[in-house]
T-cell receptor
Framework: DQQVKQNSPSLSVQEGRISILNCDYTNSMFDYFLWYKKYPAEGPTFLIS?????DKNEDGRFTVFLNKSAKHLSLHIVPSQPGDSAVYFCAASGRGASGSRLTFGEGTQLTVNP | ETGVTQTPRHLVMGMTNKKSLKCEQH?????MYWYKQSAKKPLELMFVYSLEERVENNSVPSRFSPECPNSSHLFLHLHTLQPEDSALYLCASSQGAVPAEGYTFGSGTRLTVV
């Protein structure tokens, strides 16, 4: 049973436009969500997170939106830059529960074209 | 060295070989993890060590054997692997279960079983 799902394996956008990456989850116990970015030959690196008590968190060009009723979150990158081309992983955790772990989605390959 | 370091970066092994993956973290974290990343699949959590004690083993076949001799080092011993075990193996560490910035990952070992 996959609890975190990223339905789009790939996304291609033009430089300067908005990139929107989507993530759905099924476990209602999840209360903390993160986005990671991964370049080839490197490990995933933390990008931005959001707690379930919020519906939006912004950090520079990156904004994460959380819709708890729909169990959906999205990452907006604006304006997109060629250096943003990478695989983006969504992750979730029931942080308030003991023994909580990060559960990851399959990742979305973002390509930003110059 | 800082962060999480994994060696080797690439490994090709036969199905009858025995090899080990090494992970080292210089962050003073108290938890370490092994993840498996296969193409088009979510990152799969394999093992969790907290304070050098294995606290989680997610139904991983016995041909994978972890070892955590101290809080800074984590090994994954491999023997009689199958071709389907070919994947990117990622090590991660954290201070506590799920800190605000999630886990810190190494660059991974790309394993090919022939």
């Amino acid at each position: 049973d996959q609890q975190v799902k990223q339905n789009s394996p790939s996304l291609s956008v033009q430089e300067g436009r908005i990139s929107i990456l989507n993530c759905d989850y099924t476990n209602s116990m999840f209360d903390y969500f993160l986005w990671y970015k991964k370049y080839p030959a490197e490990g995933p690196t933390f990008l931005i997170s959001i707690s379930s008590i919020k519906d939006k968190n912004e950090d520079g060009r990156f904004t994460v939106f959380l819709n708890k009723s729909a169990k959906h979150l999205s990452l907006h990158i604006v304006p997109s830059q060629p250096g943003d081309s990478a695989v983006y992983f969504c992750a979730a955790s029931g942080r308030g529960a003991s023994g909580s772990r990060l559960t990851f989605g399959e990742g979305t390959q973002l390509t930003v074209n110059p | 060295e800082t962060g999480v370091t994994q060696t080797p970066r690439h490994l090709v092994m036969g199905m009858t070989n025995k090899k080990s993956l090494k992970c080292e973290q210089h962050l003073g974290h108290n938890a370490m993890y092994w993840y498996k990343q296969s193409a088009k699949k979510p990152l799969e959590l394999m093992f969790v060590y907290s304070l050098e004690e294995r606290v989680e083993n997610n139904s991983v076949p016995s041909r994978f054997s972890p070892e955590c001799p101290n809080s800074s080092h984590l090994f994954l011993h491999l023997h009689t692997l199958q071709p389907e075990d070919s994947a990117l193996y990622l090590c991660a560490s954290s201070q506590g279960a799920v800190p605000a910035e999630g886990y810190t990952f190494g660059s991974g070992t790309r394993l090919t079983v022939v």
